[in-house]
């Protein structure tokens, strides 16, 4: 399916709150990398592996494609999103985010 590396097209923005919460926003897509139109999405997925583990884990999800903002506990790790079709259908993960200490204001974009 070619809707499969849509979340790479995504540019997000993580930013710190006060009580270590993180906003993830993202620009939701609007066409496959090749140009054609997007097969309907059902939202997206965001991961996050924690500093010390090996792994990443699925920490948030949206049900809506329209739905272009999250927001999370926010640990140091690292952290990714992916567009989804159908939960078992997930598109290329975004670039990496890495967040050394979470501190309330800051803004970092995750871009292709």
Known sequence: MRWLCVAVL?????SAVPSQACTLRWTPPTLN??????????????YVRPVGTLTFVRQAETVS???SSVTL???QGEYYLT???VPEVESAPS???RVKKPRPGTQLAIAP
Not at 10 to 14: D, E, R, T, W
Not at 33 to 46: A, K
């Open 73 to 75: 506990t926010c640990v």
């Open 95 to 97: 670039n990496i985010w």
């Open 65 to 67: 494609p329209v739905v």
């Open 33 to 46: 990398t090749d140009g054609s139109p997007i097969d309907p999405l059902g939202g997206y997925f965001v």
């Open 10 to 14: 995504c540019v997000a923005l993580f």
């Open 83 to 85: 567009a989804w079709y």
